[in-house]
T-cell receptor
Framework: DTEVTQTPKHLVMGMTNKKSLKCEQH?????MYWYKQKAKKPPELMFV???????INESVPSRFSPECPNSSLLNLHLHALQPEDSALYLC???????????FGSGTRLTVV | GENVEQHPSTLSVQEGDSAVIKCTYS??????FPWYKQELGKRPQLIID?????GEKKDQRIAVTLNKTAKHFSLHITETQPEDSAVYFC???????????FGQGTTLQVKP
């Protein structure tokens, strides 16, 4: 298995909703990442997990809460989001933090 | 932190021509230099990478060259085809951080 699987592919949520994005990989990668991408912009780093521990939080607002339940799974919990949080959320993984990434297909999030 | 600049921001070539995209970075400790391709509506995909102990790497029609002294690396695509049309991102890696910062992207259009 050489893929990173993200669910759901699309999500529409209200500003008072709570939802979660899920990411899964079975390549034995020890580093996992969340990125946010707006249209016509590069991906922006949000969080880095290394060996299931949060190693980098790029000053992301607390309405985004990451979780790494085990070495194959990464979640992003969403609560009280704003319309400007609408974007493509990409999960990625790599063998180590100095290696190339494999990206998932992303979750296209719309906040209404 | 790492400052990354990519040039040009857009590039239009005729099918069969060559294309070159340059990435300049600021952190002299960076030691891994990947290029990602993102087609419209799809995930970024790693297409070629190079480590700091190598000056050039080729994979069929694509190549990456590295000048560590000048702190830049370039993507070369020969015999371009319409399916090469995409946004290309460089993402130089400082060591042991997992903090991958993408360049602003180059939109390549290959005209048949």
């Amino acid at each position: 298995d050489t893929e990173v699987t993200q669910t759901p592919k699309h999500l529409v949520m209200g500003m008072t909703n709570k939802k979660s994005l899920k990411c899964e990989q079975h390549m034995g990668h020890r580093a996992m990442y969340w990125y946010k991408q707006k249209a016509k912009k590069p991906p922006e780093l949000m969080f880095v997990y290394s060996y299931e521990k949060l190693s980098i939080n790029e000053s992301v607002p607390s309405r985004f809460s990451p979780e790494c339940p085990n070495s194959s799974l990464l979640n992003l919990h969403l609560h009280a989001l704003q319309p400007e949080d609408s974007a493509l959320y990409l999960c990625a993984s790599s063998q180590g933090t100095g290696d190339g990434y494999t990206f998932g297909s992303g979750t296209r999030l719309t906040v209404v | 932190g790492e400052n990354v600049e990519q040039h040009p921001s857009t590039l239009s070539v005729q099918e069969g021509d060559s294309a070159v995209i340059k990435c300049t970075y600021s952190d002299s400790a960076s030691n891994y230099f990947p290029w990602y391709k993102q087609e419209l509506g799809k995930r970024p995909q790693l297409i070629i990478d190079i480590r700091s102990n190598v000056g050039e790497k080729k994979d069929q029609r694509i190549a990456v060259t590295l000048n560590k002294t000048a702190k830049h690396f370039s993507l070369h695509i020969t015999e371009t085809q319409p399916e090469d049309s995409a946004v290309y991102f460089c993402a130089p890696h400082p060591p042991n951080t997992g903090k991958l910062i993408f360049g602003q992207g180059t939109t390549l259009q290959v005209k048949p």
